[in-house]
């Protein structure tokens, strides 16, 4: 049971590239969501699935597009990278019913570096 | 909309002492959780402690307690008899009705052996 896993844990871009971000969990569960980590700031959501077939804007979406590729995978994508959104990217699903809370679980993280 | 503030950007404890660590939240809704996370140097995010608001008994986890003080919108984290192993950062969070988390800045603790 290896619970939430991200690939790649580390990427480096140069300005205007353009790379996804995978993510997959084996825990069955509905929802899925894209955090990203600053220095100094807490995680903040970029985007959220709420089941698979649905996706829903977060709190710093601009830049960035995402796929539920079906109810294991959520995967993230920069279309054109900007030294702004150099970052760690957390993933994490849970088992969600609304208005009751399930744990979310995190995935190890995936720093990127764009210059 | 749902805020989260942790005024401590770092705390210090010395081994085997006891630390609290303070969260403040703002929120418009009446049924929400709250949480705290921590992060140690390997940056997983690891769940704590959380808190039910309809609840009105402070939760506990081991070592690891909450004084929830609803009226007054406060959160903290008491972390007793500290261990090396506590060294982290630590991210207060809250929830609403919507499945979406708002994590505070975070306080980083260091436990002094």
């Known amino acids: 049971n290896a619970g939430v896993t991200q690939t790649p844990k580390f990427q480096v871009l140069k300005t205007g590239q353009s790379m996804t971000l995978q993510c997959a969990q084996d825990m069955n569960h509905n929802s899925m969501y894209w955090y990203r980590q600053d220095p100094g700031m807490g995680l903040r959501l970029i985007y959220y699935?709420?089941?698979?077939?649905?996706?829903d804007k977060g709190e710093v979406p601009n830049g960035y597009n995402v796929s539920r590729l079906n109810k294991r995978e959520f995967s993230l994508r920069l279309e054109s990278a900007a030294p702004s959104q150099t970052s760690v990217y957390f993933c994490?699903?849970?088992?969600?019913?609304?208005?009751?809370?399930?744990?979310?679980?995190f995935g190890p993280g995936t720093r990127l570096t764009v210059t | 909309a749902q805020t989260v503030t942790q005024s401590q950007p770092e705390m210090s404890v010395q081994e085997a002492e006891t630390v609290t660590l303070s969260c403040t939240y703002d929120?418009?809704?009446?049924?929400?959780?709250l949480f705290w996370y921590k992060q140690p140097p390997s940056r997983q995010m690891i769940l704590v402690i959380r808190?039910?608001?309809?609840?009105?008994q402070n939760a506990t986890e081991n070592r690891f307690s909450v004084n929830f003080q609803k009226a007054a919108k406060s959160f903290s984290l008491k972390i007793s008899d500290s261990q090396l192993g506590d060294a982290a950062m630590y991210f207060c969070a809250s929830r609403g009705g919507s499945e979406k988390l708002v994590f505070g800045k975070g306080t980083k603790l260091t436990v002094n052996p």
């Open positions: 808190q039910e608001a309809y609840k009105q």
């Open positions: 929120t418009s809704e009446s049924d929400y959780y």
């Open positions: 699935s709420a089941s698979e077939g649905t996706t």
């Open positions: 994490a699903s849970s088992e969600a019913s609304r208005g009751r809370y399930y744990e979310q679980y």
